[in-house]
């Protein structure tokens, strides 16, 4: 997808970077700016391959490795390996579920914009912009977790 976004998704908007990549979010200009500079055409093409496509995807397969991290690194521990299974899944699904559908929630907010350009106005551009940054935020806990766990298992050996 990064490779796709750099190579030809960049080229489509003349340079812009695509809304969710920017980490920090965007205004609602910038945000037009990028809409604009896509054009109907462009916008269509992003929306069937990035957001119908591997969007559609790569959230859940993301979702699940870090679930599995999480379990991996944490079963390295003490104190986390004597909890009961489900206890640990339940753990680390209520550290990664939050990130899956905050990015689920902007990926269709952003497919709306691109589906339908006349509903970009500056209310639903700074809402996209709040899930975004919301996703990134929340996609830092489980990687901060699964980095801790690590140290902490390093530790121990």
Same mark, same amino acid.
């Given at each position: 997808?990064?490779?796709?976004?750099?190579? &030809?998704?960049?080229?489509?908007?003349?340079?812009?970077?695509?809304?969710?990549?920017?980490?920090?979010?965007?205004?609602?200009?910038?945000?037009?700016?990028?809409?604009?500079?896509?054009? %109907?055409?462009?916008?269509?093409?992003?929306?069937?391959?990035? &957001?119908?496509?591997?969007?559609?995807?790569?959230?859940?397969?993301?979702?699940?490795?870090?679930?599995?991290?999480?379990?991996?690194?944490?079963? %390295?521990?003490?104190?986390?390996?004597?909890?009961?299974?489900?206890?640990?899944?339940?753990?680390?699904?209520?550290?990664?579920?939050?990130?899956?559908?905050?990015?689920?929630?902007?990926?269709?907010?952003?497919? %709306?914009?691109?589906?339908?350009?006349?509903?970009?106005?500056?209310?639903?551009?700074?809402? #996209?912009?709040?899930?975004?940054?919301?996703?990134?935020?929340?996609?830092?806990?489980? #990687?901060?977790?699964?980095?801790?766990?690590?140290?902490?298992?390093?530790?121990?050996?």
């Amino acid at each position: 997808m990064t490779l796709m976004e750099f190579f &030809y998704f960049r080229q489509l908007s003349g340079g812009l970077p695509s809304l969710d990549m920017r980490v920090f979010g965007f205004t609602p200009d910038e945000g037009m700016a990028w809409l604009t500079a896509l054009g %109907r055409r462009g916008g269509e093409i992003i929306l069937v391959w990035h &957001y119908l496509t591997f969007d559609l995807l790569f959230p859940a397969l993301l979702s699940v490795t870090l679930v599995s991290l999480i379990l991996a690194t944490g079963r %390295r521990l003490r104190n986390f390996r004597v909890l009961p299974g489900q206890m640990q899944s339940i753990f680390a699904l209520i550290l990664v579920l939050p990130y899956t559908i905050a990015n689920y929630a902007q990926n269709i907010a952003v497919a %709306r914009l691109l589906s339908d350009f006349l509903s970009a106005n500056p209310d639903s551009l700074a809402l #996209v912009s709040a899930l975004i940054v919301t996703k990134f935020a929340l996609l830092a806990i489980p #990687v901060i977790v699964i980095a801790v766990f690590w140290l902490a298992g390093q530790k121990q050996n």
